[in-house]
């Protein structure tokens, strides 16, 4: 197929689909008769020019395609009237209600609820949008044939039931308003990463999804999710300018020239961000949508606020435990608290075979072993990576990355990345260089603002001093540490930690720190929520007491296989990749003093 037929089916096809759906009322109908419009554009058009109205010439095609079908099943009722109406060429009365646009109508009148959620989303990918068997099958992390097969059931479900393909009426919208936005969503993911072709974008998907969503915006006003999603749409898609080298390779998040960013689609969708976070009733869109503000707002790479990232991935993987989510979310710690933490969560998502053959998971892990200096385990999960079979452009980009480590394994320079205080000072910094006042000055302008809820005190340092979202949030978080009564000691919340029922467990607890602190002089302790956190310079272990009479010690030690007592840290805690329980003193023998020192030599 020619890349000028490829941009039509693109930009056609729902639209010619609607068309026929609506002159037909038979969605199975129209999809089969358009597809045989495209098999003819497909000949025709590679003998010479396409048609100075392409869509125009779909449309008529697929209308004698579709007569030609009604004809032989004249039988069905309603057949005769049908076929005369598209011989005609007369259009049926558009029905009248809240949605005019033809495409939306028709992916409202497909997420019918009789059908599983998740099928009736990818049969509106396939049936309305244009995308691929196998795109859809990407979308989802399964594999082709068994979306195929998903679909087939879908369809003879729909013909077997008799399931009405009509658009609901306006008090039927909200039950269907949350898959319409899954569609709108997926249609403009394939865009922003697409699967197929030689590109980093589809122009033409990511346009008609924010086109879909700006209806969306307008036909429900006051859902806070429409407008999260709308916000989401254009934070992100600003980014499409300087997300590819005029050769089409693609470049990393870090790496664009921020000044290509389109800056009046990142102050409409921060605007339409805060309208929606207005309403307080948060959802995945808006807690995605700040998270792309995060980016969007950050004056370059180094002013990211990775910790505040992380802490919205948290928040979004309490509605949507995805391992989509998790992957994110270990990149955001990774960047927060360092490599060795994001590893973790990722190699407890390679784990599972629901993530296991998704590249993305592959390609992170070797970006973080990268940087840890582990280049052929790096060498490792790039193969794994590139062996899933990822779009052209980021096949591509792993190709290079491997071919970096395959030439030069031995001076490939171990990078080091920042800590999160280390972060938080650089962000300060640029704040202060900005906006021109120092730290204690904006403290001084909240306290005589009066205002003391961190989203308030947001709004008023964007609306009245003009402070990007990021900075705002930053110095609005300072202001309340600055306030804030003096931290408890490490040794009274220590104490805290062994009260009650677990008092008898501090015995355990000194014990395992005579022997840790034994390892040198630079061991250092940070209390965390429920466990002590222990630090070379990153962390390496953690004891926590545990109601079931023991403690509970979490190592990081990424070369050595759970076996016997050294057990995998699965849902203990995930920045973990073992656990030991000690339930007497005899259990801090000198198998765990091992496992301690080695997990506290590899944090040097």
């Not at 071919?403 to 171990?414: D, G, N, T, V, Y």
């Not at 002089?521 to 929520?529: I, L």
């Amino acid at each position: 197929m020619s890349s000028q037929v490829e941009t039509v089916f693109r930009r056609e096809w729902g639209r010619a689909v609607a068309v026929l759906a609506r002159l037909t009322g038979d969605l199975g109908l129209a999809e089969d008769a358009v597809a045989d419009a495209f098999a003819m554009a497909v000949d025709r058009w590679a003998a010479g020019p396409l048609p100075s109205d392409p869509a125009g010439w779909l449309i008529a095609v697929a209308k004698n395609h579709a007569v030609d079908q009604i004809r032989h099943e004249s039988r069905r009722p309603g057949k005769e009237e049908a076929a005369a109406r598209l011989i005609s060429g007369r259009d049926p009365p558009r029905p009248s209600g809240l949605i005019v646009d033809e495409r939306l109508r028709l992916i409202f009148a497909c997420c019918h609820p009789a059908l599983d959620p998740g099928v009736r989303v990818a049969l509106t990918l396939r049936t309305l949008c244009g995308l691929s068997t196998a795109q859809i099958a990407r979308a989802f992390l399964v594999g082709e044939t068994t979306m195929a097969q998903r679909l087939v059931r879908a369809k003879r479900k729909i013909r077997d039931a008799a399931i009405p393909f009509r658009v609901p009426a306006g008090h039927e919208l909200p039950g269907r308003t949350g898959a319409v936005l899954r569609v709108v969503y997926l249609v403009f993911t394939e865009g922003h990463r697409a699967s197929a072709g030689p590109g980093v974008i589809t122009d033409e998907l990511c346009d008609e999804a924010i086109r879909l969503a700006r209806l969306l915006a307008g036909l429900r006003p006051g859902d806070p999710e429409v407008l999260g999603l709308l916000a989401l749409l254009l934070l992100t898609d600003a980014r499409r300018p300087a997300r590819a080298t005029a050769d089409g390779r693609l470049v990393l998040l870090p790496d664009q020239d921020r000044g290509r960013w389109d800056g009046a689609k990142i102050g409409e969708g921060t605007q339409i961000l805060d309208r929606a976070m207005s309403l307080r009733r948060p959802g995945p869109y808006q807690l995605q949508a700040a998270i792309a503000a995060c980016h969007a707002t950050a004056t370059d790479a180094g002013d990211t606020d990775w910790a505040q990232i992380a802490a919205l991935y948290a928040a979004l993987a309490s509605h949507e435990p995805t391992p989509v989510v998790h992957a994110n979310r270990a990149v955001a710690v990774a960047m927060a608290e360092g490599p060795a933490a994001g590893l973790a969560i990722l190699d407890e998502l390679c784990a599972d075979s629901r993530t296991s053959g998704w590249h993305l998971v592959h390609a992170c892990r070797a970006g973080l072993l990268r940087t840890l200096g582990r280049t052929a385990e790096a060498g490792d999960a790039y193969r794994a990576a590139l062996a899933l079979d990822p779009p052209p452009a980021e096949r591509d980009f792993l190709c290079s990355r491997l071919s970096e480590i395959s030439q030069c394994p031995r001076q490939l320079e171990r990078t080091t990345m920042p800590t999160a205080e280390e972060g938080i000072e650089a962000q300060v910094r640029n704040i202060e260089a900005r906006y021109g006042k120092t730290m204690p000055e904006w403290f001084a302008v909240i306290a005589a603002s009066g205002l003391s809820k961190h989203t308030e005190v947001v709004a008023m340092l964007k609306a009245e001093h003009g402070l990007a979202h990021g900075a705002a949030h930053r110095v609005s978080l300072l202001s309340r540490q600055a306030a804030a009564p003096a931290p408890v000691s490490a040794d009274a919340a220590v104490d805290a930690l062994y009260t009650g029922k677990k008092a008898s467990l501090r015995p355990l607890h000194d014990r395992l720190m005579t022997v840790i602190e034994a390892f040198g002089p630079d061991v250092t302790t940070v209390p965390k929520k429920g466990y002590l956190s222990i630090r070379r310079k990153k962390q390496f272990a953690m004891i926590q007491p545990s109601a079931a009479g023991r403690v509970d010690v979490g190592l990081i030690l990424r070369d050595i296989p759970p076996a016997g007592r050294l057990e995998a840290a699965g849902s203990f805690n995930a920045l973990f990749t073992h656990r030991v329980r000690v339930a007497s003193a005899d259990d801090i023998d000198t198998a765990l003093t091992n496992w301690l020192h080695t997990a506290y030599v590899s944090a040097g």
